[in-house]
């Protein structure tokens, strides 16, 4: 299962982003925050709590089903007599979700998280990277395991010369993401592919934002 892997933004961030706000609504989100224990029902009632404890008045709160869904907007309508009175927007989802509600909604918005990383769910509350986007996959080359998200030092080209029996010198818990690459090759007989020398990566990439045009649709 693939998430928008989040935490919390500190008190003393959140105090920060919200001074000069005196009404205050929280909305959550119910899919990736609501996994991950960062917006979902308890998070956004603790939120209110603890906010009313510090002196804000929330005006309303409320976890939509998703809130990077172009129909949260019209969700929403429910509550515009609680928006409208209200300074600021608590918003407790990813970026993503921030940034559609600041796009419907004529109003302050806050992010109370920080956004992480897409995940993938390795265990019970365990997230791990899975793809950083850097838009130059060389998967096909590697097994299907990927060396720019799994290596500490994203090499293209591996292994590095501090691999120790198959583990990694900047975390020694951790498998050397090239080491599980010569292995997968070596299962399927694909070990030459080890001698493909990929070239130093573009740091400088696309420029940003990012924009895809797809022609003859």
């Known amino acids: 299962m693939i998430r928008s892997i989040t935490q919390q933004k500190t008190e003393e961030e959140i105090e920060r982003l919200l001074s000069g706000s005196i009404r205050v609504f929280i909305i959550g989100c119910g899919t990736c925050t609501t996994l991950t224990h960062t917006g979902g029902e308890p998070e956004v009632t603790a939120m209110k709590e603890k906010l009313s404890g510090k002196g804000k008045m929330i005006t309303g709160h409320v976890v939509v089903p998703v809130a990077c869904d172009n129909l949260t907007g019209e969700i929403l309508d429910e509550f515009g007599g609680q928006i409208e009175q209200t300074d600021t927007l608590l918003i407790m989802s990813c970026a993503f979700g921030v940034q559609t509600i600041a796009r419907q909604l004529h109003k302050m918005v806050v992010p109370a998280l920080d956004t992480l990383f897409i995940g993938k769910e390795t265990g019970l509350g365990q ?24 290596c500490h030092k994203g090499l293209l080209n591996g292994p590095c010369g501090g691999t120790n029996n198959g583990k990694c010198e900047i975390d020694k818990d951790k498998d050397c993401v090239w080491t599980l690459i010569y292995n997968r090759l070596n299962e399927l007989g694909q070990l030459d592919l080890m001698r493909t020398l990929h070239k130093p990566r ?16």
Do not use: M
Not at 127 to 150: A, L, R
Not at 202 to 217: A, H, S
């Open 127 to 150: 997230y791990n990277e899975i793809c950083t986007q850097c838009g130059t996959c060389i998967i096909g080359e590697t097994g299907g395991i990927c060396p720019v998200t799994s």
């Open 202 to 217: 573009n740091f400088l990439g696309e420029p940003r934002p990012g924009k895809l045009i797809i022609q003859n649709i």
